[in-house]
C-alpha cells in the first residue's frame, strides 16, 4: 500500500496543527459558529444529536494492520469502544469530545492517516474496488490512480469551497464494485482500440434526494491527462453549479440543467487551456505504482480447503459466501461480514479491530480493505490458510456467512445517531434480519441488496437498493418508502417505489411478503433482481398493499 | 481600514464606489457593470481606476481590457462561495493579470493560504478580522500538492520523491 513521504508526512502534520488552532479559536470564541463550521466539516467533524461525529479518511478503503490497531486505540480511548465503518470505504466514531479531536488527528497522523475533506462542500475521499489488484477480471489496478487523485484534491487551493460536495470513485475492473455511475465522477478504466488503457469519465450521477446515474462525457481520457481533465470539470461545476439552494447544488443538477452537450462542451473547451500545463507525468504514475506491488505470493498450492468444507458443512456455507477468486492461483480474497444478528450493520467493536489486525498480518500480508458495503476484505489468504482463518473469525463473531445475502443490508445510522435522519434505520434492519436469518432461506433468496437509510439524503444508497427502504418523518411518526429494482453496478439503476409509505411496525413485514412474492414468482434460479426486472412492481405491490 | 496587501498589514488607498456614487479623483473602483456602461466617463476621471468583480461575472469577456486596471477586486459575498478562487486562477494564469489582485468581503483569515494559492496578494475583510491572526495563516502550510497561481508545477515535477 502507498506509504507517505516526508511530503506527505508533513502535510498531514501541519493539517493536525491547523485543526488545533482553529479548535481552541473556536472554543475561545474568535471563530463563530458559522465560521468554524466548514473548517471542521472539512476534518470530518460533525457535531450531532449525542456528541460530536468524527469521520476517518480510509483512502480507497486500504489500512495496514498497525493504523487498525490505532483506530481500535481511538475507539477505546475517545469512543465507546466502537467504530463504525461507512458506505464510503471510510470509519466513524460517535462519541468523541470536540476538545479531544485535535489530538485524535495527532494519533491519527503517527500512523499515516487523517480526517482531511471527509466532510464539507470539497472533494472527498476517493473510493475503489475493494477487490482492486487481486481480482481476476482487472483491466488495471486503480489504485494508483486513486492515491493520485487523493493527493490532487487534498487542500486544493481553488476547489475547496465548491457549491456542494463531490465524490469521485475509480474502478479498475470489468465488473463495476465501486459504485461509479453514482458518483459525481466515475472513472471507469478501459482498454482502447490500440490497447492503451485509460479511464472512461461518467459525470453527474449521485444518490440522495436527486438520485441520478451519470453519463458518459469521454469515453476514453489518456492517464497523463487524468488530471487536468478533472481539474477542468471541477472548474465548470465551481464556477457555474448552482449556489442558490443546497438542494440543487450538485454538479448532477448542472448537467441536467446544461444538458450533457453543452456542458461536455464547457468541460472540452475548459480542458484544451489546461491541458498542457498539467500533465501527469508517467515517472509520476510509476512513482505511485511501486507502492501498490503484489506482496510475496507462495507459489506452491497445498491441498486447498476442499476436503475440509466437505467434513465441515458451516465452513463450506462461509467458503462459498464469503470468498471470491484471486487472480493468484492458490488465492482468495475472503470477506468479514460486519453484518452480524444484533449488532447495528458496519459497526465493530475495539477488540474485533485489534483481532482483525493480528489476522490480517497473520493471513493476508497486514493489510485490510473497507468495502462500500461496509464489510471488510482480507485480498490475500492462501487457500490452506482458508479453514484455520475462518475458525478464528468465526470466535471474533466476522464470520457471518452472508456477503451479498438478504441479512448483508447496507444501512446508515439513523435517527439513533445522525442529526439529519427522520427515521431509525438500524432496528428496522434488525426486524428485517431476524426475519430472514435462516442460513437456507438466505441461501434460497440468493444474491440480495437491502439498503435502509434514515433520511432522503440516502447514505445508505437506498435508491440503488434491490431492495431500498427510505424513512421518512410523518408528523412526528417514522414511516418507510420501499422501491424496488436498484442497482449500482455495471447495470446501474434506481429502484422504483412500491407505493405509499408503511409504517414501522410494518417494514419487515413488507420485506418478507417481497421476498415470499419473489420466491413464488422467480423462473429457473432467477434472481430477485432479474424477476422484479423482468415482471415490474406490480406483483410485488399488490401482495404488498393487500395486507394494509 | 487595514487590510493585508504582499504579506503586511497596510491602510487601504482605496475608495469602493457604489453604481449611483459619483466618481471624485481619489483611486477608487467600481464593479463591472458599471464599467461597461461608463467606460469614457470613468476614462476621464482622472484618478487611479480599479475593477470589482462578482462570482457572476465572466472573465473572458472582458480579459483583454484588464491591462488598465492596477487593482481588480473579487468580491467573496459569504466565505463558502469559491467562485472567486476560480476566477483568481484564470485572471493570472490564464489572462496573464499582473496588477493587484484583491479579495474582498466576508472570507475568514482561515481562507488566506488557499487565497494566497490562487493568485489573490491582497485581502480585504468586510467585517473586523484579526489580522494579526490572518497574517501567519497566508504560509500555513509548507507543501502543496497542486499547481496554481502561485506555483507553475505540481509538487511531483517539483521535487524528487
Known amino acids: ?548 | 481600514m487595514p487590510i493585508i496587501k504582499d504579506g503586511a498589514i497596510v491602510t487601504d488607498t482605496w475608495h469602493h464606489l457604489a453604481d449611483d456614487e459619483p466618481v471624485s479623483a481619489a483611486p477608487c473602483t467600481v464593479s463591472l457593470a458599471r464599467w461597461k456602461r461608463e467606460k469614457s466617463e470613468l476614462a476621464a476621471h482622472g484618478g487611479a481606476l480599479g475593477l470589482r468583480l462578482s462570482g457572476d461575472d465572466r472573465v473572458e469577456d472582458f480579459a483583454g481590457e484588464l491591462d488598465q486596471f492596477p487593482l481588480v477586486v473579487v468580491e467573496f459575498p459569504s466565505m463558502g462561495d469559491g467562485r472567486g478562487f476560480s476566477i483568481a486562477r484564470l485572471l493570472r494564469e490564464r489572462y496573464d493579470y499582473r496588477g493587484e489582485l484583491r479579495a474582498r468581503g466576508a472570507f475568514i483569515p482561515d481562507q488566506v493560504f488557499y487565497l494566497r494559492r490562487v493568485g489573490f496578494n491582497a485581502f480585504e475583510f468586510t467585517y473586523d478580522a484579526n489580522l494579526q491572526t490572518a497574517l501567519p495563516l497566508l504560509n500555513e502550510f509548507s507543501v502543496t500538492y497542486q499547481a496554481a497561481a502561485d506555483e507553475p508545477l505540481p509538487l511531483y515535477r517539483r521535487c524528487a520523491r
Open chain 1, 1 to 548: 500500500m502507498y506509504q507517505y513521504d516526508q511530503y506527505d508526512q508533513r502535510l498531514v502534520d501541519e493539517r493536525v496543527a491547523q485543526f488545533r488552532s482553529q479548535t481552541r479559536r473556536f472554543l475561545q470564541g474568535e471563530l463563530s459558529e458559522d465560521q468554524f463550521r466548514p473548517l471542521r466539516l472539512m476534518n470530518g467533524l460533525y457535531l450531532q444529536r449525542h456528541a460530536p461525529m468524527l469521520r476517518v479518511a480510509i483512502p480507497y478503503g486500504v489500512l495496514s494492520s498497525r493504523q487498525l490497531h490505532k483506530l481500535a486505540e481511538i475507539a477505546r480511548r475517545y469512543d465507546k469502544s466502537v467504530a463504525h465503518f461507512t458506505t464510503r470505504q471510510n470509519i466513524q466514531f460517535n462519541w468523541p469530545r470536540l476538545e479531544d479531536v485535535p489530538d485524535i488527528l495527532a494519533e491519527l497522523a503517527t500512523v499515516q492517516m487523517h480526517a482531511i475533506q471527509t466532510s464539507g462542500n470539497c472533494i472527498r475521499n476517493v473510493t475503489s474496488d475493494p477487490l482492486a489488484g487481486v481480482c481476476p477480471d482487472e483491466i488495471e489496478d486503480p489504485r494508483p490512480y486513486c492515491e493520485i487523485i487523493r493527493q490532487w484534491s487534498t487542500l486544493h487551493p481553488e476547489f475547496s469551497y465548491l457549491p456542494r460536495k463531490f465524490k469521485i470513485a475509480v474502478s479498475g475492473a470489468r465488473k463495476d464494485r465501486a459504485a461509479t455511475q453514482v458518483h459525481d465522477i466515475g472513472l471507469q478504466m478501459v482498454e482502447n482500440e490500440t490497447g492503451e488503457t485509460g479511464f472512461e469519465v461518467l459525470v453527474g450521477g449521485g444518490l440522495g434526494r436527486t438520485p441520478i446515474i451519470g453519463q458518459t462525457i469521454r469515453p476514453f481520457l489518456a492517464k497523463t491527462d487524468l488530471l487536468s481533465y478533472l481539474e477542468a470539470i471541477l472548474r465548470v461545476y465551481n464556477r457555474f453549479g448552482r449556489r442558490d439552494n443546497k438542494y440543487k447544488a450538485r454538479i448532477k443538477i448542472l448537467l441536467k440543467e446544461t444538458g450533457i452537450e453543452d456542458f461536455t462542451r464547457r468541460v472540452e473547451a475548459e480542458w484544451v487551456q489546461i491541458r498542457q500545463r498539467l500533465v501527469l507525468d508517467t515517472g509520476e504514475i510509476e512513482r505511485v505504482k511501486r507502492h501498490f506491488t503484489a506482496p510475496d505470493y507462495k507459489t506452491v498450492a497445498g491441498p486447498g480447503p476442499d476436503a475440509q468444507a466437505a467434513a465441515d458443512p458451516r465452513f463450506a456455507v462461509w467458503l462459498r459466501n464469503n470468498t471470491t477468486p484471486h487472480k493468484i492461483p492458490g488465492y482468495r480474497a475472503v470477506f468479514l461480514s460486519l453484518k452480524a444478528c444484533g449488532v447495528p450493520p458496519g459497526d465493530i467493536a475495539d477488540t474485533q479491530l485489534d483481532a482483525v489486525a493480528d489476522l490480517a498480518e497473520r493471513y493476508s500480508f497486514g493489510e485490510v480493505r473497507a468495502t462500500h458495503t461496509q464489510n471488510l476484505v482480507f485480498a490475500d489468504v492462501h487457500q490452506d490458510d482458508l479453514h484455520e482463518l475462518w475458525q478464528r473469525l468465526d470466535s471474533i463473531g466476522l464470520a457471518t456467512p452472508n456477503i451479498g445475502k438478504a441479512t448483508d443490508m447496507i444501512c446508515c445510522p439513523g435517527l439513533d445517531y445522525c442529526s439529519l435522519a427522520n427515521a431509525s434505520s438500524i432496528s428496522v434492519a434488525e426486524d428485517i434480519y431476524s426475519r430472514i436469518d435462516d442460513l437456507d432461506y438466505l441461501h434460497d433468496l440468493g444474491d440480495l441488496r437491502i439498503n435502509i437509510s434514515g433520511c432522503m439524503n440516502g447514505c445508505a444508497h437506498q435508491s440503488v437498493g434491490h431492495i431500498g427502504i427510505l424513512g421518512v418523518d410523518k408528523k412526528g411518526e417514522e414511516w418507510y418508502q420501499l422501491t424496488l429494482g436498484g442497482s449500482s453496478s455495471n447495470d446501474a439503476s434506481l429502484g422504483e417505489r412500491l407505493g405509499p409509505a408503511i409504517d414501522k411496525a410494518h417494514v419487515a413485514e413488507a420485506v418478507e411478503t417481497i421476498l415470499q412474492t419473489y420466491i413464488e414468482l422467480r423462473q429457473d434460479g432467477e434472481s430477485f433482481l432479474d424477476t422484479v426486472r423482468r415482471l415490474g412492481i406490480n406483483p410485488f405491490q399488490e401482495r404488498v398493499y393487500a395486507h394494509h
